[in-house]
């Protein structure tokens, strides 16, 4: 199996059991103020583990051309898609908030497809829509009679939007470092959504409930984040889209082992649908002829057929290494993914 769709399933997992936990956790919480304190413990977290993973604090590394999206992916993702879906869900039913919450897969897709030209065939549409059809049955409830204005389906419609968008730019930078990128988006989104949850009113939980909420951030947003990044740079948006809509099925899953809760018919067809969905993409081929434009750009890479270059410094050839290099006009034929080295127009 692929590594990066490793990197995505992995992604989906601990954000799908981040879910149940934070809930249980956070019950007495304001919902900024809790979305705030994930954010936040995924940003420290990861912060102190790059620290200690370069002994020191060193540069992003990422260029100036790089800078404008990895802020675009945090404003839209880490602080409107979060503000939107909090006023979203204080004006709609939680079945139908959770129902619309797949949109977010599909935009991410849509935007990949039709904004930045990313390769979809019938396999890889076909694999998606079951995905999406299995979050739609596992959301599905009879609970959401209420009355409700047209606002807050709106507003959680506009906060996927944002994470599509989100999803999107974060791939034109995941070539980067991927602590650094994920780390950037906690701390920020962590300070802007707390600050605004503190001026609404709220107040800081005691040691013994942030010191957990905290932890669930860093596994569940901040590792998933990490995870999912690498995931972009293998596999482009779409894909990893796709594999990570997996998470609410996960995260039922997790609520049923660990607190017990009963097992539904839903359960069973949004598994079975996902399954043929993931099935779908794993057993995707896609080879064709075609062109490497010359570029320029830094990453952990070893030599292969895409990096053939020389280097100005002693390297040991059986390692992984990062460092900024050239990629020369090539055309070959090989089966790929639209990864960092290929994203290219069909």
Known sequence: MNLSILYALAA???????????????????????????????????ACLRLIRDRGWKPSGLTRAEWPWLLGAIAFGGILGPVALMFGLTRTAGATA??????????????????????????????????????????WSDGGGASHDWTGPFAVAVACLCWGIDNNLTRK????????????????????????????????????????????????????????VLALRGLGSARTGAYFSTAPFLGAAVALLAFGESVTVAFWIASALMAVGVWLHLTERHAHEHLHEATEHGHRHVHDEHHQHEHGFEWDPAQPHSHVHVHSVMRHSHAHFPDVHHRHRH
């Open 12 to 46: 989906a997992a601990l954000f799908g059991a981040s879910t149940p936990l934070a809930k249980s956790l956070g019950l007495n919480l304001s919902p900024v103020l809790l979305a705030g304190l994930l954010y936040l413990g995924s940003g420290v977290g990861l």
């Open 98 to 139: 959770s129902l619309m919450l797949n949109l977010e897969s599909v935009l991410t897709a849509v935007i990949a497809w039709l904004v930045f030209r990313e390769n979809a065939d019938r396999r890889i549409v076909l694999g998606m829509l079951a995905i999406v059809l299995g979050g739609v049955a596992l959301s």
């Open 173 to 228: 930078v995941s070539a980067s470092d991927a602590l650094f990128i994920a780390g950037a988006k906690g701390l920020i989104a962590g300070l802007v959504n707390s600050s605004l949850a503190l001026y609404l009113g709220a107040q800081i939980p005691g040691v013994a409930q942030l010191a957990p909420i905290l932890l669930v951030g860093f596994l569940g947003y901040g590792i998933s984040l990490v995870m999912f």
